[in-house]
């Protein structure tokens, strides 16, 4: 392979230092402390930072603007090469789940010929950078005054060795056992996106999907908080006198 | 009215200001935006800072990995500098390989630790031959508003600040490197480059710390890298209007006050982040 001229250039291959220390187990507080912030980029027609237990993502949305053809939702999530513990990691194709979890939310035919685009970006990864970001993403088009239906909130759970629930995992856990991702339009109380992965068999899967939608629930007040308090900083005072 | 007078005529509309030797967003002329640092917010990161100019915003965070050392330099570890402009900064930037000023930005980085001596590369090695470290600088600019250098140079030494290396040793039997998470060091850092930077209008006004907005309506740039003993380590000066040297002197002088402003943020910041702990 030629080397890349654009980049600076470092050695061909690296290793991480934790490669060589003994792994410890770690176990998540629940349920862990959120943080939500709406309209905080300057250029961005719209954004958004969510933080949840170390788990930080950052989210913005252009438009809309004039494209051919149908709306269309453009969304790219990508993982900042520090954001993880260990190897560095490069970006995985989690767009396109992010787009089909946002795209029932957003009221498409509102906007004919015109492109929306959403751009995520996970600066640290402590478990559920995806759900977080479907949270993020829906809170900055929101934020854009982009018409919705109803605001797509992520959750994520992992079942670990043993067979039990564990809402909001860790990397780590998310590492070891089976998981599933959802995201949820609590008024329309519809699931909009719905990943599992590992293995899952009869009742279980069924009731973590009712406690991934619980923890949806339980996210989307403090979502409507922030847009609330984002909305209020864009009006400005009323001029008395 | 100002904001249509401004949107059709953008040069009059800043002449206008700059005839009064101030600027729209009711700055003088060698002042900066203010000035934001927050160091150690990545804890995934072995070293990270957040920098903010105004709105321009640079996140850098440090990861140090293990690399074998090239052959003609056996005990020399690597700095690798990347600097990432996505389009969730602006809209100007399109997604896929780096653009023309990511790379700009990035080489000019690189040249900054190379030519300040910032860091030996010496220092970065474990052990001569075989094994070194590899200092992955990764800048990922979060909202672009102008004067990306200073940004880019202030997160990046905050960040080497509050890198920790675990101890490494080797293994005399087995060749294999052992690490020691609870025993950290941090950096050897012997300079500390700071830059400042110029936009030149009209041939004749030196504007400190241009906006993105004046960035494009100037019509020269300059960006001047010191260290703390007043020593120059890199100019940037691409094209654009031509300076006297009267004029250069003046910028000179104007940086090295920006560097003393900017070590005593740091040094405070690291001082609150140590209180907490």
Not at chain 1, 207 to 224: D, F
Request: overall charge negative; proline content about 7%; some cysteine.
């Amino acid at each position: 392979m030629a080397p890349d001229s654009r980049r600076v250039r470092g050695p061909e291959e690296s290793q991480s230092p934790l490669l060589y220390v003994p792994c410890s187990e770690a176990v998540a507080e629940v349920p862990r402390a959120v943080f939500a912030r709406a309209g905080l980029l300057s250029q961005a027609s719209g954004s958004a930072y969510l933080e949840m237990g170390g788990t930080k993502v950052l989210c913005a949305v252009w438009g809309p603007r004039g494209a051919p053809g149908r709306c269309r939702l453009q969304c790219e999530l990508r993982w900042a090469p520090f954001s993880r513990r260990g190897p560095r990691s490069s970006p995985r194709q989690a767009g396109l789940l992010l787009q089909e979890s946002l795209e029932a939310a957003v009221r498409l035919e509102r906007y004919p010929r015109a492109e929306l685009a959403v751009w995520a970006l996970v600066l640290e990864e402590r478990g559920c950078g995806l759900p977080l970001a479907v949270s993020a993403a829906s809170l900055a088009l929101a934020d854009a005054g982009i018409e919705m239906y109803d605001l797509a909130v992520g959750g994520g759970l992992s079942r670990g060795p043993g067979g039990q629930l564990q809402p909001d995992p860790l990397d780590t856990e998310e590492e070891s056992g089976a998981t599933v991702y959802l995201s949820l339009l609590p008024a329309l109380n519809q699931v909009s996106g719905l990943v599992c992965s590992g293995e899952w068999e009869g009742d279980s899967a069924v009731e973590a999907i009712k406690l991934c939608m619980e923890g949806c629930q339980r996210l989307y007040p403090v979502l409507q908080q922030s847009l609330v308090k984002a909305t209020k900083r864009k009006i400005p005072e009323p001029q008395s006198g | 009215m100002a904001a249509g007078f401004k949107t059709v005529e953008p040069l009059e509309y800043y002449r206008k200001f700059l005839k009064e030797s101030c600027r729209p967003d009711g700055r003088e002329l060698t002042q900066f935006r203010t000035t934001t640092i927050n160091i150690g917010s990545i804890t995934t990161a072995d070293g990270s800072a957040l920098a903010k100019l105004g709105n321009c915003t640079v996140i850098c965070g440090i990861k140090a990995e293990f690399a074998a050392p090239l052959a003609d330099t056996p005990s020399k570890g690597y700095i690798v500098p990347n600097v990432e402009l996505t389009p969730l900064c602006s809209s100007r930037f399109r997604p896929g390989p780096p653009g023309e000023e990511a790379q700009m930005a990035s080489q000019f980085i690189a040249d900054v630790i190379d030519n300040s001596q910032m860091i030996l590369k010496e220092d970065l090695c474990i052990s001569s031959g075989k094994l070194v470290w590899v200092l992955y600088c990764d800048f990922i600019c979060l909202d672009y508003d102008g004067n990306l250098l200073d940004t880019c140079v202030c997160a990046l030494v905050a960040a080497l600040r509050n890198v920790r290396l675990p101890a490494v040793k080797i293994n005399e039997d087995t060749g294999l490197a052992e690490v020691n998470l609870k025993t950290t060091s941090p950096l050897k850092i012997l300079k500390h480059p700071i830059a400042t930077s110029f936009a030149v209008f009209d041939d004749t006004f030196l504007l400190v710390d241009p906006t993105g907005e004046e960035e494009s309506l100037a019509t020269g740039l300059l960006t001047i890298v010191m260290d703390e003993d007043e020593r120059l380590c890199s100019i940037r000066k691409p094209g654009g209007s031509a300076l006297s040297p009267e004029k250069l002197q003046e910028c000179i002088s104007r940086a090295i006050t920006r560097h003393k402003e900017v070590q005593s943020l740091v040094n405070e910041v690291l001082e609150s982040v140590k209180s907490e702990k």
